[in-house]
């Protein structure tokens, strides 16, 4: 047993110490998925004193390099990755597959690295669009977490530097030409902001989350996101609140960093009669425009020398400059990202005579634009004059997201039928967290105190608001109660009685969402 001489003591008291699970002896997918999942703390940090997070934050970084130089991969290597960085709150994951799609279609080898995972950990990383098989997967994960162990055990990495670190050398042995990389959590102490010379930074909509980790303000988590900023790259944000953009500012003047600001799609002159700008919602159409500008400078700029690059300049000003809509093949790459489906996020599918609409959105803003997205499809479903359509919302938040606020833009839909569920897909006979769906639910009626009698009413003594203990069981419930009025059966809930259609909208999380699509076995 031996451990990197460059590790400190406070690093092994304080990254995850983990006993990874016994029966593993085979080397098979199955166990490499339960391995990861061993290494996956998710309160780990939260419960930690604020001096052990500053211990933990700081040596995240050393604990990722000490992991790479295990497989060999020391900074002079990493280096020779060419990297779009991209932080941000709202759609950083659309905006780096937005990205990967319109450099693949130049022909570019792709690397792809982005959270959470929908359907399986393979999600996380993909090369040229797709994930790796099965058999690919379970050989680099073995490999890499039994190197690492020789010399670090039996202090291990956590999930997500296990995965960081995997993607840089999977990146490196499958030889890719571009890697696009989305943070974990922020960006100034991510495991990811390891890397020292990225071609390009992406930073999307900043919103309230991650509070723990970033800070409850604005300003804090501007900083933190702003944390990728690299003297060389070129750093580009889509349009934020005032003082998001002075923190950026601040960090892009002292980092010796470009800084631009995205023009919006609808501003460029060769797309405005392009139908993609009535069909998207803003949200899409902002994140459009920041990949096609953060492909556009590594096409230019990668191969370059640094003195021949363009959009390197160090920002020095106090308002950032619009980088330029000179886009030459500004129609090709809109006609590409027009057929990029991103699995889980605005997402629509019809089943029966029930119409899912699935979006993950887990902040204050990405609700607001979710819930506009839902308003405007489901008022476009076909009606005539039998139809009776209802609507139902299916919800749950992951970490410790408070959702009283999502709730109340939620409440604004006027749906007919407010379900609630634990995160995860099936019930553990063993246990019934009842605790988590009936906070929900308590949360929901609660907003409907001081509305009219009829409101009120409907939500608190009827059953147009319930709590499952697991999302199958709620979406059975739903099946059956369509499938009971299809049949002529009687046994319908008051919440659906005389129901033709029923138009589900499921949010708060894409765990939530990824489950349902697995459900739904709409796993391609």
């Known amino acids: 047993m031996r451990c990197s001489s460059s590790m400190s003591e406070h690093q092994h008291m304080f990254c995850d110490i983990t006993n990874p699970p016994q029966g593993l002896g085979e080397k098979t997918y199955e166990n490499a998925i339960l391995l990861l999942k061993s290494l996956d703390r998710k309160n780990f940090y939260i419960n930690l004193t604020k001096e052990k997070r500053h211990i933990y934050d700081t040596n995240k970084h050393p604990m990722v390099n000490s992991c790479l130089k295990s497989l060999g991969i020391f900074p002079e290597k990493l280096d020779t990755l060419s990297i779009i960085h991209v932080t941000g709150t ?8 937005y990205t990967e799609e319109i450099l693949r279609s130049k022909c570019y080898r792709t690397g792809l690295f982005t959270s959470p995972h929908i359907f399986d950990e393979r999600d996380r990383i993909q090369i040229d669009g797709k994930c790796l098989s099965k058999e690919k997967f379970r050989d680099y994960v073995w490999h890499c977490f039994d190197t690492i162990k020789k010399d670090h055990y039996p202090t291990l990495p956590n999930f997500f530097q296990l995965m960081t670190v995997m993607a840089f050398y999977i990146f490196l042995k499958e030889n890719v030409d571009v890697v696009v990389l989305e943070v974990g959590i922020g960006g100034e102490n991510d495991c990811t902001n390891v890397i020292r010379n990225p071609v390009a930074c992406g930073v999307t909509y900043l919103d309230i989350d991650h509070i723990v980790y970033l800070g409850d303000t604005i300003e804090k988590i501007a900083w933190h996101k702003a944390g990728i900023f690299k003297q060389g790259a070129t750093a580009i944000t889509v349009l934020q609140q005032d003082v998001a953009l002075k923190v950026f500012c601040d960090r892009a003047t002292q980092k010796m960093c470009s800084l631009y600001l995205a023009p919006r799609l609808q501003n460029y002159s060769t797309l405005k009669n392009c139908q993609i700008l009535q069909e998207r919602e803003d949200c899409e159409l902002e994140n459009m425009s920041l990949a096609i500008q953060l492909a556009r400078v590594w096409i230019q700029n990668h191969n370059k020398a640094a003195s021949e690059r363009k ?17 030459v093949d500004i129609k090709d790459y809109i006609t590409i990202l027009e057929s990029v489906k991103l699995p889980g996020r605005l997402q629509i599918f019809t089943k029966g005579n029930i119409t899912y609409y699935m979006d993950g959105a887990h902040t204050n803003g990405s609700m607001e634009c979710c819930c506009s997205w839902f308003k405007k499809k489901s008022e476009q479903w076909p009606r005539d004059q039998n139809s009776n359509i209802r609507k139902a919302l299916l919800f749950s938040v992951s970490g410790k997201r408070k959702p009283k606020a999502m709730m109340e833009i939620l409440k604004k839909c006027h749906f007919d039928l407010a379900m609630f569920v634990s995160n995860r897909l099936h019930v553990d006979d063993q246990t019934d967290d009842a605790g988590q769906y009936n906070d929900l639910v308590m949360t929901w009626i609660s907003l409907f105190e001081n509305e009219t009698s009829e409101t009120k009413t409907k939500f608190t003594s009827s059953d147009a608001v319930k709590g499952f203990s697991c999302i199958s069981n709620a979406l059975e419930w739903c099946q059956l109660n369509m499938a009971n009025i299809h049949n002529g ?7 659906l009685k005389g129901a033709t259609h029923l138009q589900i909208l499921i949010t708060g999380s894409l765990y939530l969402v990824g489950d349902v699509l697995k459900s739904l076995k709409k796993v391609n």
């Open 90 to 97: 709202k759609g950083k994951g659309s905006t780096c597959t």
């Open 311 to 327: 959009w390197v300049n160090p920002f020095k000003g106090e308002e950032i400059p619009e980088i330029d809509k000179d886009v």
């Open 489 to 495: 059966n009687p046994r319908v809930t008051s919440a």
